[in-house]
């Protein structure tokens, strides 16, 4: 039973791992090895792997070779199963006519199995029909058999295409989603053979309905695989879904489609961490005590630990021990997370991941007058930019695929120091090109802060360095920067940013943690500016050289209001696995998934934290989503490698904005800046390199609350003050005499050794 469901919801490691230890189990019936060398066979087809030729044969006959006596519905339906799998080998290879006669096998075998056509099982051979006639471009046969599949889940009217099943009809049955999805594949086709647009919007009708069923289909999932493969069909159904809106805008001016289109862009983007964010500041606020939540993040912490173990593992016998350790766990969790939903009525008040009303949230609560909200929304060659405003209509854009050549120029002049200065000219060009390639130029006048939600590879683009509008002039301090009309800052999605807005975040104390490496431990290169850095913005604790260890910042990390952390950053090759490094340990990405922390700011002033691999739908896997997926509220983090004594300037500029602006984390790091471009004694350093690196991720805070580091009296105010002024020149004296001095970034090696 578990092998048939990881197999249908895409888990297919699991399916193999499984297949592999019961074939090696004694005294097991002859239905059951075959059941279970199908199951094993269609798993290694949809991993690629072509040992799946054989198994596939030995599966059927064995499958053939049960006396019809043992033949019961469970053999049945794995004959279906492997049917259908020929039937797709068929026609991946063009041979239709053998694919049609496999699918109508399968048919008739599932008719025997279920005793009805109105059954699932019935309506995914229908399916499969159907995709043998899409082939051949027979499109309405191909839409006949999807509405037949509909009509074997749901009560969709089998004759009349047009007819899509009522909202209310639907329930968690990935049938349903699938018919959907392919019978808006076909209309759109259809449309482009006969230019009507009720096809269309039949087809947004559809793909409505499918995000609805997916939705269901997510809420009971266990398993964060199933989640992952659900996403990456979610991304491919948002992309469909928004191409047809873009036609429909086009040809009819009205904003619902572009409306519609936003929240099919919402409904792919970065569910796995805005689910995280939601879990979080639910439990935070209503199961903070609960028993069953306690063991479930103690099962978590265990899980953490193996996974570091098995990447520093000697030895493959190691590796196996904790592998099967890691195995029971993982399920002791799936365990722990049902045994916590169902314990707890106060579970079903949480929120769909994507609420019907999101839009005018999003203009209530993170807009205003002078903001607004650019989203982007890219998969391969389709990109979009939605411009939302709090009173008019939205911008809808289609961004030209010309786009990816001033992208990749734009972020390899971000790869060195020099590149930028090196060909000043062809920057400036490419950061204008960009600027108005992706429609920023449309912001209306009078907007002055950006809320981004980047998507792909827009994620890695530092927008406060493009430029808005064109510069012939030799230096690099005055350009029109995009910093100088907007202060930005970025989100994942616009949804988390409104669950991050209405939480409230900790009022602990600030904690500062500042490894040096002084004298070369752990083979990592000095860093000689950090103490100066955490000294400097008046952090409650400060951690440096050996004290700054990992047992400490594990001790303050749950309860901390502020972490501020001046270290080496890592990232592997393939940029899965980024890490930080604490005097005594590496702290991997995958540890704070197991930590649940209601951290107002946490401030990682370190290389590439905010870089990792790019997922379709979650977008960069990086130490800043970490933080911000386990429940910290803002994070300012870096897109590349940050300079020792630029990233200390900044750093302790930002803090001084931020005791000025009280949380308003985003406007502070934009002052710092700005400042540092102004006020930079060497004149060598004003290329963005220097100072576009650190991003700003949370929404806006509200104007009335203030920091919690921020509540000094009047005297101590005043009495700092003249106090500044009497360092001031003395400082942009030194200052002076080290900016151009060679300074250590803080990049550490590019794939972790085994210690």
């Not at 037949?148 to 889940?153: D, G, I, K, P, T």
């Not at 759109?188 to 269901?216: G, H, M, P, T, W």
Request: charged share 25%; glycine share 6%; net charge positive.
């Amino acid at each position: 039973l578990s092998i048939n469901f990881f197999n249908e919801y895409g888990l297919y490691d699991s399916v193999i791992s499984n297949a592999k230890q019961i074939l090696l189990l004694e005294n097991i019936k002859p239905q059951k090895v075959a059941q279970v060398r199908a199951a094993y066979a269609e798993a290694l087809y949809a991993k690629g792997n072509p040992a799946y030729k054989d198994e596939l044969a030995i599966a059927w006959k064995l499958l053939e070779k049960i006396p019809q006596a043992a033949v019961d519905g469970d053999i049945l339906e794995k004959r279906s199963d492997v049917l259908k799998l020929k039937g797709e080998i068929a026609l991946k290879g063009r041979k239709y006519d053998a694919a049609h006669q496999f699918f109508n096998q399968a048919l008739d075998t599932t008719l025997k199995k279920t005793g009805t056509k109105r059954h699932r099982d019935y309506g995914k051979v229908l399916l499969s029909l159907s995709a043998v006639f899409d082939s051949t471009r027979q499109y309405d046969t191909a839409l006949y058999y999807c509405q037949f599949a509909l009509s074997c889940v749901t009560k969709a009217d089998s004759a009349n295409v047009f007819i899509n099943p009522r909202p209310e009809e639907l329930y968690t049955e990935n049938t349903i989603m699938e018919a959907l999805d392919a019978k808006a594949r076909l209309l759109y086709k259809k449309y482009e053979q006969q230019r009507d647009i009720r096809l269309l919007e039949n087809a947004v009708d559809c793909f409505d309905l499918a995000f609805s069923v997916e939705r269901k289909l997510t809420d009971n999932f266990t398993y964060d695989e199933s989640r992952a493969v659900m996403q990456q069909q979610s991304k491919i159904r948002s992309s469909a879904a928004i191409k047809n809106c873009y036609i429909l805008y086009g040809i009819t001016k009205d904003k619902k489609w572009a409306e519609k289109a936003f929240r099919f862009s919402e409904n792919s983007k970065a569910l796995l961490l805005l689910e995280g964010v939601k879990k979080n500041i639910f439990y935070n606020k209503y199961l903070k005590d609960d028993a069953g939540l306690k063991t479930l993040d103690s099962l978590k912490l265990q899980y953490a630990y193996l996974e570091k173990q098995l990447l520093t593992a000697k030895n493959n016998s190691d590796s196996a021990a904790l592998a099967a350790k890691k195995e029971i766990i993982e399920k002791n969790i799936g365990d722990a997370k049902t045994a916590l939903a169902e314990s707890n009525s106060l579970n079903k008040k949480l929120e769909q991941a994507v609420q019907e009303d999101l839009l005018p949230a999003v203009k209530k609560n993170l807009l205003g007058n002078n903001r607004s909200l650019v989203e982007f929304f890219s998969n391969d060659a389709d990109n979009y930019v939605f411009l939302v405003n709090s009173t008019a209509d939205m911008g809808f854009y289609r961004i030209d695929s010309s786009v990816r050549s001033d992208l990749d120029s734009m972020l390899h002049f971000f790869d060195a120091p020099g590149n930028i200065e090196n060909d000043k000219a062809g920057y400036k060009q490419t950061a204008y090109n960009l600027y108005r390639s992706v429609f920023l130029q449309q912001v209306p006048a009078g907007i002055t802060d950006l809320l981004v939600i980047p998507d792909g590879d827009f994620t890695r683009l530092p927008f406060d360095a493009l430029l808005t509008e064109p510069d012939k002039s030799e230096g690099l301090k005055k350009c029109p920067y995009l910093l100088n009309r907007f202060t930005t800052s970025y989100g994942y999605s616009a949804a988390s940013l409104l669950q991050q807005e209405g939480s409230e975040g900790s009022s602990g104390k600030t904690f500062a943690f500042a490894p040096g490496f002084l004298h070369g431990e752990r083979n990592l290169t000095p860093l000689r500016q950090t103490a100066k850095e955490v000294e400097s913005i008046g952090a409650d604790n400060v951690y440096k050289d050996s004290s700054a260890d990992i047992a400490a910042f594990k001790r303050v990390l749950g309860t901390a209001g502020i972490i501020h952390l001046a270290t080496h950053a890592g990232l592997d090759s393939l940029g899965t696995t980024p890490w930080l490094e604490f005097a005594d340990s590496s702290f991997f990405i995958y540890e704070l998934y197991a930590w649940r922390i209601n951290t107002n700011l946490v401030m990682l002033n370190a290389c590439q934290t905010n870089k990792g691999k790019i997922d379709k739908s979650e977008g960069a896997l990086s130490l800043a989503r970490g933080f911000y997926y386990a429940g910290a509220k803002n994070v300012v983090a870096s897109l590349w490698n940050v300079d020792d004594l630029s990233g200390a300037k900044i750093a302790e500029e930002f803090y001084r904005q931020a005791k000025k602006n009280g949380r308003n984390f985003g406007a502070a790091l934009h002052q710092a800046k700005k400042d540092f471009l102004a006020d930079n004694p060497g004149g060598t350093k004003y290329s963005p390199y220097y100072w576009a690196a650190l991003m700003h991720i949370g929404g806006p805070e509200k104007t009335n609350t203030a920091a919690p580091f921020i509540l000094y009296g009047a005297v101590i105010g005043v009495a700092l003050f003249i106090l500044m002024l009497i360092i001031a020149r003395k400082r942009k004296k030194d200052y002076a005499a080290k900016i151009n001095q060679p300074a250590v970034s803080r990049l550490i090696r590019t794939e972790k050794k085994a210690e």
